[in-house]
């Protein structure tokens, strides 16, 4: 089984910054694209940001210029800066990955994290 764990959310400012990590662990053959989600209060969980296992970063044209993908494969990691906050960012921020396992190394499977909630709000 494979396990995801966001952390870095939290409550902060108009204009201020957030790192977000989202760490896989468990019986790990191979991570494909990792990908950041995000659900506002009442609506649909929208798409942020991917990356791929070749490490090619697409955007939201609604965070384009402002949040950051990256990742660091020896850690599974992949993380999400994201800078000059505006309160429509608010909302829980969801990892996504893309899993192949040992015991079956050739089907990947898609695994989500719990979210982290992230508010913006003076």
């Known amino acids: 089984q494979v396990q995801l764990v966001e952390s870095g959310g939290g409550l902060v400012q108009p204009g201020g910054s957030l790192r977000l990590s989202c760490a896989a662990s468990g019986s790990i053959f191979r991570i494909n694209a990792m990908a950041w989600y995000r659900q506002a209060p009442g609506k649909q969980r929208d798409w942020v940001a991917t990356i791929t296992a070749g490490g090619l970063s697409d955007y939201a044209d609604s965070v384009k210029g402002r949040f950051i993908i990256s990742r660091d494969f020896a850690k599974n990691t992949v993380y999400l800066q994201i800078n000059s906050l505006e309160p429509e960012d608010t909302g829980v921020y969801y990892c996504?990955?893309?899993?192949?396992?040992?015991?079956?190394?050739?089907?990947?499977?898609?695994?989500w994290g719990q979210g982290t909630q992230v508010t913006v709000s003076s």
């Open positions: 996504y990955a893309e899993v192949s396992v040992v015991a079956a190394p050739l089907i990947n499977r898609v695994y």
